[in-house]
């Protein structure tokens, strides 16, 4: 079925199975890859474009030297020799023909290898992806046959006039690379990931079963606020269906606590979550964090077919994920999540988002 026919089931608007529009949310509209791509892609990038600017020039100025003596090995190797000195973090450095042959020595910082001049480098990674007419190009992470370590290779190509001879390559092992800073610009849209197809092929076959959380729900709710308004936790995961939530505390950050729900409304639980402020690296306010949480009991509420089955709410980055019982995903910043009213919650028809993908 196209993304732009619907089938009206009761309240819903569905694109069944790639798409269904519920509380305002276009269900299984993104894959994995399209949204967390994004954010890896750019970490990716940030990273070889320092990796760039490291070797761009010192490699154009070997490009210009190698091009005068590309027809004789023993020049050409003592220009390599010469310029692996002028590569910071470069571990390896060698020329290549436009035919993939390898025309010097292996040249290491303090060593030649001319043993493998003439090995036919055509099947290994930094000559599978394009490689450049002109100034150059940054392979994938491969492992090196030299080290066994993951490495990223810089294929200069190497001019003389306007014919392409070859290409200077120079080998960087990915963990001795100097730090680079990031900077990750998240988008603002909010995240969706398709769930498991046969739990959405039956979605309209189930029925909401009263869980113990559901029984008590609101006193769980209200304890989830006060535990992190007060208590130092800054991160939950709450799983309504299977009666149970995971607490981050900032005071051991690097583990979590799972609690079932008599520990959740344990008044000693105070013990061993002790009161404190707010802390300074939370960005959502202790009202915001109860409207969050209040509204998350709404959509558990919500239907007895399609309902929220878990929960996530982190007040440092201020992302709130929501999977419900059709198994699609959503990942949204607290303050549009919170802006939306009922009407939007409850199936009003919306525009989808910006980033949708149809």
Request: net charge negative; glycine share 4%.
């Amino acid at each position: 079925m196209q993304c732009n026919q619907h089938t009206a089931v009761n309240k819903w608007k569905i694109n069944f199975p790639v798409m269904l529009t519920l509380f305002g949310f276009n269900f299984c509209l993104f894959s994995y890859n399209e949204i967390m791509m994004s954010r890896f892609k750019q970490i990716i990038s940030q990273k070889k474009r320092a990796l760039e600017k490291l070797a761009a020039a010192p490699l154009m100025t070997l490009a210009e030297q190698c091009a005068m003596a590309w027809h004789d090995p023993d020049k050409l190797d003592a220009i390599l020799l010469h310029g692996i000195h002028t590569l910071s973090h470069c571990n390896l450095i060698f020329a290549v023909d436009t035919k993939g042959i390898l025309i010097s020595s292996n040249v290491e910082s303090n060593n030649l290898d001319a043993q493998w001049r003439g090995t036919d480098l055509t099947g290994r990674p930094f000559l599978q992806s394009n490689l450049p007419y002109q100034g150059l190009t940054i392979s994938h992470v491969y492992t090196s046959r030299l080290t066994m370590q993951p490495t990223l290779t810089v294929m200069q190509a190497v001019r003389h006039e306007e014919e392409i001879l070859g290409f200077i390559a120079a080998d960087f092992t990915v963990d001795e690379l100097p730090l680079t800073e990031i900077d990750i610009q998240e988008p603002t849209a909010w995240k969706q990931f398709k769930g498991d197809p046969a739990i959405r092929g039956t979605l309209f076959m189930q029925e909401r079963a009263m869980s113990a959380m559901d029984k008590v729900l609101d006193e769980v709710i209200n304890v989830i606020i006060d535990m992190m308004q007060h208590h130092g936790i800054f991160h939950t995961k709450i799983h309504f269906s299977s009666s149970r939530a995971s607490f981050w505390s900032v005071d051991e950050p690097f583990d979590y606590n799972i609690h079932l729900v008599d520990e959740i409304i344990d008044p000693d639980r105070c013990l061993a979550y002790p009161r404190q402020p707010l802390h300074e690296r939370a960005q959502v306010s202790e009202a915001d964090i109860a409207r969050v949480l209040n509204l998350c009991k709404v959509l558990r509420n919500a239907d007895e077919t399609v309902y929220l089955r878990s929960a996530s709410f982190n007040i440092v980055n201020g992302i709130v994920g929501l999977t419900f019982s059709c198994d699609g995903s959503h990942y949204i910043s607290y303050r549009e999540f919170i802006d939306k009213d009922t009407g939007f919650w409850f199936g009003a028809m919306q525009p989808a988002p910006s980033s949708a993908v149809s």
